[in-house]
């Protein structure tokens, strides 16, 4: 993730002024940051025994200077949140998890997300360890807004960032994961760890790097399978290409069933999109369907998507409150579809 680049962020507020609503049109309510105590970002939303509850990452000033690897977004902990409704009072919880609990950390706790299963909660976390290699983590709980015990170890076979875990309909559940660039997934793409590999892996014409999948095993604590990758196809059958920045995965993967589709979504990262690929298959493959979200204000892009109470909503980040790239703050807006069950486009 992250090129450090303040051109493209001004860009990017300037897209945002000039694609505003045309004359005669009513703009839709401005969501506003639904935390302002705290930097918050990367909002994974979900809803347990009938409540939102909404597990960010904490952006912080740590006065680490901008690098293309994401050196400054240093994260140290985690809050998590809840609201009784959508436009509802947003309740912090506090520390739910600290770095310094975590024997295996070494620094940049970043974007989590959180499951239930047999009355534990689990908060799943990347951080770099000792070694400064990203590797995921787990956590438990016996409450949805923790305090979280971390596991002593990693999960074994992890790797890169942004764990996203979805449990189907049938009770399996399965963690996407990864982001190339200061997400280190490039570095993965033999099977062992190349520390030389910053960004992607400069081969344009041939099948982008892409986010990873497994099935998590009855305990939530591991993989049950060998990771595959989550692949996805154009609308011809072929691969989206690694010089294809406007379409290909990035990080922050999410994902969601609707009416029997599985619904794959990501940030393209340094284009800043947020796109999706459905298939009939947790697993893929999936067929891009097109860009639901125009670039916020902010170099990163980072969502989740969950119904509640019959709708459908989108969480997400800018930096309204700082307008700087490091320091987030979430939102949360309706998420609309077309009767066929594409998503529209949301302009922010
Ligand atoms: O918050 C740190 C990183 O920025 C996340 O892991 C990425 O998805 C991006 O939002």
Do not use: C
Not at 25 to 33: E, V
Not at 301 to 308: N, P
């Amino acid at each position: 993730m992250f090129l450090s680049n303040k051109l493209t962020l001004t860009a990017i507020a300037l897209i945002a002024i000039s694609t505003g609503p045309l004359l005669g049109q009513k703009a839709p309510a401005k969501p506003k940051p639904l935390v302002t105590n705290l930097y918050t970002a990367d909002p994974s939303a979900h809803v347990f025994n009938g409540k939102i509850y909404i597990y960010p990452s904490h952006d912080i000033e740590a006065n680490v200077p901008e690098d293309d690897e994401g050196g400054h977004f240093n994260m140290r902990d985690y809050h998590v949140f809840s609201m009784d409704n959508i436009n509802g009072k947003v309740t912090d919880h506090g520390v739910a998890l600290d770095i310094k609990t975590i024997p295996w950390a070494g620094r940049q706790l970043w974007a989590p997300d959180a499951a239930y299963k047999n009355g534990t909660y689990y908060l799943y976390f990347p951080v770099k360890d000792k070694q400064d290699v990203f590797r995921i983590g787990v956590a438990t709980s016996k409450s949805p807004t923790g305090p979280f015990k971390p596991q002593p170890k990693p999960i074994p076979g992890s790797y890169s960032i942004d764990p996203a875990v979805f449990t189907d309909t049938d009770g399996k559940s399965y963690m996407y994961f990864g982001g190339i660039w200061g997400g280190q997934l490039q570095r993965w793409h033999t099977g062992k760890y190349d520390a030389s590999l910053k960004t992607d892996l400069k081969k344009d014409k041939e099948p982008a790097l892409t986010a990873k999948v497994a099935r998590m095993s009855n305990d939530m604590l591991t993989f049950d399978e060998p990771v595959r990758d989550v692949k996805i196809l154009d609308k011809n059958g072929k691969p989206l290409l690694g010089g294809d920045h406007d379409r290909r995965f990035f990080e922050g993967a999410w994902m969601h069933k609707y009416k029997g589709t599985y619904y794959f979504s990501y940030s393209t990262g340094d284009t800043h999109y947020l796109a999706y690929a459905t298939s009939k298959s947790p697993y893929g493959p999936f067929t891009y369907q097109g860009t639901f979200m125009k670039p916020v204000t902010g170099w990163t892009t980072h969502h989740s998507i969950v119904e509640f109470n019959g709708k459908w909503y989108i969480f997400y980040h800018d930096v309204e409150l700082s307008g700087k790239t490091h320091l987030r703050n979430i939102k949360v807006r309706e998420l609309k579809r077309n009767a066929d069950g594409s998503i529209q486009l949301i302009t922010p």
